[in-house]
């Protein structure tokens, strides 16, 4: 190959391996979730709401990375499922306040143990993970 295209090689790109390493966690995941009725982007929405209690979708968008367009069934779902509350915001009618139902608290219990069952599937020690944490957030950053 000619080396002015070595640059469009996929061994050479960053965001391969951390889309398929973001997959193959993902997977990791499933069958952890299913036992909790969740997909992975309900569940990381949940972690969101068992540490805040209550967030705009604006809000949640920021901490999840996500858009609105995205955030906007997933959350209708969840409300269908009894986890959330939607309700528009008295003092500004454009935002929209998600809040935990009682049932969205109590399944915390439940998936407290996740990320302990998902730790067994990954084969960094703490102080790789902590590593790789921290640079996967200095890329977002």
Not at 87 to 100: A, G, N, P, V
Request: glycine share 4%; aromatic share 8%; proline share 4%.
């Amino acid at each position: 190959m000619d080396k002015k295209y070595e640059v469009l090689k996929l061994e050479n790109q960053l965001c391969f391996p951390l889309y398929a390493c973001s997959r193959e966690l993902i997977k990791h995941y499933k069958p952890f979730l299913d036992e909790l009725d969740l997909t992975y982007t309900q569940y990381i929405a949940m972690m969101v709401l068992w540490e805040h209690r209550s967030v705009t979708v604006k809000e949640m968008g920021q901490y999840l990375f996500l858009d609105s367009g995205t955030l906007t069934p997933l959350l209708k779902k969840m409300e269908a499922k009894g986890l959330i509350t939607r309700k528009r915001d008295q003092e500004d009618e454009r935002s929209l306040i998600i809040s935990l139902t009682d049932e969205g608290e109590a399944l915390k219990e439940r998936a407290v143990e996740v990320p302990v069952k998902l730790a067994q599937c990954v084969r960094l020690t703490p102080e790789e993970t902590g590593e790789l944490y921290r640079l996967l957030h200095k890329l977002l950053g």
